[in-house]
């Protein structure tokens, strides 16, 4: 059995896009630029774990998943599955094995089924590119299981159906069984819930919760909401303009977070009090810069409120302020 | 429940609201007979899942309905005068003048050919009859009003950034100083923090303006920030009313306690996931009784065949048979 | 297809066809067109049980240029041919043409379309420029020079497939000048389709490129592709018609084009005979039902132009 640390590595990744130079910036001879939407970051995800990647839009939490995923090629940096470096495998066959084990869900579940194919189609698609059965019956059992597992019963009603003949809630299910269907051991959820209603949330998170618990799954679940993060996660990572601002477990980065960044996040999030009482803390101010323009120094020192003349300059490396809880920021400690 | 006093008086009064829509010839009841009302400077909430009719029950008192929608009864009165909502014409002089919208989605809103000075500008001389450099100068003050510098005014859609854009709607749906501001969804597809600004602005602006706000989301802790009072919707119908403290301190429907149990907080530091089973139901096969029963875990055998009716709690209402019983039992015991 | 969808019937897709058919027919043009069509493909399935072989100056039945009788029903020609019988034969040939010319004009069209989109970059590059040369190159006059040359150079005996050699040349040149206007519009649609989550979510399930052009974008082109096919025919009827017209055409498989060529040569039109010219009806009758139900389902398919019910 592998080492539990080994299971999924990043180590420096970094995913840049680069911007098309107008024919004047490449006559004068300017360098071409590009929009740094994962930056180098170092996270790893331990075997059955649930993490959460938290971050605003911009902050390049869907670029780690799509990179997880093989959808984004990395810069540079690499990506270890289970010791394997997978950042330079490419082509469907080559990654074959690798889809095997890390599956995604995504936020739009409208969006990810194909308007054309019915949920058996959707659902046995991965069983078939990736040669996992033999024969008619044991695909439509391995698709029956799945459904089951998505908490669609009984699947065989829904084998015909289209995806708008669904309701969120169900289409929602169906990308998850897709996904299940392979038995992968890691899956990168991309905001699963927030498209749906608030009712229908809760039953989505519970069939990825039990999913851990039954096949010890692990789960990068990638959202902008703290306290989606703090319920399904035991760790969270903050990320801002495509950097780890801070990773802790849950609690710490809920209860007791270092980063000015995850303190003004937590503070903007509105929260339900029984008393009816309100903090009114000042909420930050300003937005999050266009990730092909990166300030100098720690990236966040222009809307800190607590940044001074180091910020300005040198890059802060990540600190550890507790056991297992590290923020990238000078005044931490 | 409404004060009566005359300096008091509900500035906005919805009576008995039913809307429904027709489609393909078939006609299904939207939002069924809906009442509140709402005083001059107060914050609601108006929450509900899709399909709840809180966004029909909104577009109905801005008299913005759609084509295909049908005011089947009730009526909907401004200052104690009755507006005719299913009147595109009739209802021309009162719209933004005295109700406007915030939408949800601002670039879909804008015209992104023109300056963002101009867009505010056009209601100004439309409504107001003012001419150019008055409107110019009141757009300004608008542009200041609502934190944004006024030469930034010069700017295309594209150019400003989401929370940027919804302040300019906020902007224009200022324009023509009306009472009542509707704000659908309107920090939606906003990140957390431009979130918390964009709430901050509107609390802001209604001390400051006096303003009526009437907030439609789904988002129930958004609402527990930046309302007085909550209505929650369920399947086209209010079934329950009362301040955020009530509401959030003791929930009184089965529907409000699930949907607040739903919600992560982490505050009460319990990490269990509780849900609602099923799902919500669609217009057109709504439940008999109450819409709720078939979800409810508290469901009796009247709530399948009888509609509870709205009825007063405290200084709240709700829509439920089970507190009707509590009430009588009270009542009962008292005698 | 795939097995899958073979263990349990399609009762879904039945479902959704089924609609589709309803929301398809319940519009005027779609009945008008379907209904002239019908008419057509009956004629140029069976025109020897309807109208007897094919009348050649041999074995003519009547007068020179006699108006409709009760036995020559649309008249005769200059050399006495039942004009009836040639019109249902000249059916045949000008369908088959027209159809066969609209499916390699197709094929070649949405292959060339997909790849570019869905490949981009160099690819795309390359396969753009071959289609904006044949897109901008006037193609009635390419067939026209094509066409002679290729007859000349494969000569008019024997048969390719079943088909006389000069028939399949204006096949294959209609359908290589056609091709251009389907690729692209599958590109554009393609370059749209590939940015949708479902085809990530195909590639993270571990599907090949060859099947996500095939599962996945194809069946969403299935609309424009037949929309704008049932355009190419009509176009194809036009440009078959024309060929045939300036004597490109089989005189020995008369399509209508053929027939009014001769009409023309015969002086028909000068001489009043009104009735030698009923092939052009059938071209204007055919080009005009298949316009109607490219229109009807680019409607039925095109959600965004539905009119509000």
């Known amino acids: 059995m592998p080492d539990n640390a080994n299971f999924l590595r990043l180590e420096g990744l970094q995913v840049h896009f680069p911007i098309q130079g107008g024919l004047f910036d490449r006559v004068l001879g300017r360098p071409p630029r590009a929009v740094r939407a994962v930056d180098g970051i170092d996270l790893n995800i331990r075997r059955g774990e649930i993490v959460a990647l938290v971050g605003e839009s911009g902050s390049g939490k869907t670029t780690v998943g799509r990179a997880i995923t093989k959808l984004a090629q990395p810069t540079s940096g690499r990506l270890l599955f289970e010791d394997e470096d997978m950042s330079s495998v490419r082509g469907s066959s080559a990654l074959r094995p690798y889809r095997h084990r890390v599956q995604m869900i995504f936020q739009d579940a409208y969006q990810a089924l194909n308007p054309r194919h019915t949920v058996f189609e959707i659902v046995a698609e991965p069983l078939r590119s990736l040669q996992l059965v033999e024969g008619g019956k044991q695909l439509a059992d391995r698709v029956s299981e799945a459904l089951a597992a998505a908490g669609l019963n009984p699947p065989g009603d829904f084998f015909s159906r289209f995806p708008h003949e669904l309701s969120g809630g169900q289409r929602q299910r169906v990308v998850i069984a897709g996904a299940l269907a392979v038995k992968p051991k890691l899956i990168v959820a991309d905001e699963p819930v927030s498209m749906l209603d608030v009712s229908i949330r809760a039953q989505i998170l519970q069939v990825l919760v039990d999913l851990r618990a039954k096949h010890n799954m692990a789960l990068l679940f990638i959202t902008h909401d703290l306290p989606l993060a703090w319920l399904i996660a035991d760790r969270i990572a903050v990320l801002y303009l495509g950097k780890l601002v801070e990773i802790g477990s849950a609690d710490e980065i809920t209860f007791n977070p270092h980063h000015p960044y995850t303190v003004a996040l937590r503070n903007a999030t509105p929260q339900i009090r029984s008393d009816a009482s309100r903090v009114g803390l000042p909420a930050l101010q300003g937005e999050v810069p266009s990730a092909a323009r990166v300030p100098k120094g720690c990236r966040f020192h222009p809307r800190c409120p607590v940044a001074f003349h180091r910020c300005k300059e040198e890059e802060p490396p990540a600190i550890e302020v507790a056991a297992n809880h590290t923020a990238a920021c000078w005044l931490a400690t | ?335 | 297809m795939s097995e899958g969808t073979v263990r349990y019937p399609p009762r879904g897709r039945a479902r959704a066809i089924k609609s589709f058919l309803r929301q398809f027919l319940g519009r005027g043009g779609a009945q008008a067109g379907v209904l002239c069509l019908v008419f057509f493909l009956v004629l140029a399935a069976v025109p020897n049980i309807l109208v007897g072989p094919l009348q050649t100056a041999i074995n003519a039945t009547g007068d020179f240029l006699a108006p409709p009788s009760s036995q020559h029903l649309l008249g005769t020609d200059d050399v006495g041919r039942d004009v009836l019988n040639l019109v249902v034969h000249g059916a045949r040939i000008s369908l088959t043409i027209a159809v066969l010319a609209t499916v390699i004009s197709l094929v070649f069209g949405t292959t060339v379309g997909i790849s570019a989109g869905y490949y981009g970059g160099r690819v795309d590059v390359w396969l753009m420029r071959l289609t904006d040369f044949f897109f901008v190159m006037p193609s009635f006059v390419l067939a026209l020079v094509i066409t002679p040359v290729i007859l000349e150079v494969w000569g008019r005996g024997g048969d390719i497939f079943g088909f006389r050699p000069s028939l399949f040349v204006i096949i294959v040149v209609i359908g290589m000048t056609s091709w251009a206007f389907v690729a692209r519009i599958v590109r554009s649609q393609t370059l749209s389709l590939k940015e949708r989550t479902f085809v990530d979510r195909a590639r993270v399930v571990g599907s090949s490129n060859i099947v996500i052009m095939v599962k996945h974008i194809l069946p969403n082109l299935v609309p424009q592709i037949t929309a704008n096919g049932a355009l190419v025919v009509a176009g194809a009827i036009y440009v078959e018609t024309s060929l045939s017209f300036l004597g490109l055409g089989d005189p020995l498989q008369p399509s209508w084009g053929t027939l009014l060529a001769l009409a023309q040569r015969a002086g028909a039109a000068s001489a009043g005979a009104w009735w030698d010219l009923s092939p052009g009806v059938c071209v204007l009758t055919v080009s005009l039902s298949f316009v109607l139900i490219g229109n009807a389902l680019d409607d039925t398919f095109n959600p965004r132009r539905r009119v509000i019910p």
Not at chain 2, 15 to 29: A, E, T
Not at chain 2, 81 to 90: C, E, V, W
Not at chain 2, 153 to 166: D, F, K, V
Not at chain 2, 245 to 261: M, N, S, V, W
Request: charged share 20%.
């Open chain 2, 1 to 335: 429940m409404i004060n009566s006093s005359q300096d008091n008086a509900p500035l906005l009064e919805v009576d008995r609201l039913s809307v429904d829509y027709g489609l393909k010839g078939v006609s299904s009841r939207a939002i069924d007979r809906v009442s509140f009302a709402l005083r001059a400077g107060e914050a609601v909430g108006l929450v509900g899942e899709s399909g709840s009719g809180k966004t029909t029950t909104a577009m109905a008192i801005a008299g913005l309905l759609s084509p295909n929608a049908r005011v089947s009864g009730g009526e909907v009165r401004y200052r104690g005068k009755r507006l005719p909502i299913d009147d595109d014409a009739a209802m021309r002089p009162h719209r933004w003048s005295e109700t406007s919208v915030v939408f949800q989605g601002a670039m879909n809103a804008l015209n992104p050919v023109h300056r963002i000075i101009k867009q505010i500008a056009e209601p100004c001389v439309l409504k107001l009859g003012m001419s150019r450099v008055e409107a110019t100068a009141r757009a300004r003050e608008l542009l200041e009003l609502v934190g944004i510098p006024a030469d930034r005014g010069a700017a295309y859609p594209h150019e400003l950034s989401g929370g940027m854009r919804q302040r300019v709607m906020i902007a224009m749906a200022l324009a023509c100083r009306p009472s009542i501001v509707i704000g659908d969804e309107p920090t939606t597809a906003l990140d957390v923090i431009t979130q918390a600004q964009i709430l901050k602005l509107l609390g802001d602006l209604r001390s400051q303006l006096n303003l009526a706000l009437i907030l439609i989301t789904h988002d129930l802790s958004v609402v527990a920030e930046a309302c007085d009072r909550v209505m929650i919707m369920y399947s086209g119908r209010l079934v329950e009313d009362g301040t955020v403290a009530e509401i959030f301190g003791k929930p009184k429907h089965p529907y409000t306690r699930l949907l607040i149990d739903s919600i992560p907080n982490p505050a009460n530091g319990k990490k269990v996931i509780r849900h609602i089973p099923g799902d919500p139901p669609s217009l057109v096969n709504r439940p008999s009784g109450c819409a709720f029963h078939p979800r409810c875990p508290s469901a009796m055998g009247v709530c399948q065949t009888e509609v509870p009716s709205l009825t007063g709690v405290g200084r709240g209402r709700v829509a439920c048979h089970l507190h009707r019983f509590l009430q009588e039992d009270k009542v009962a015991a008292h005698a």
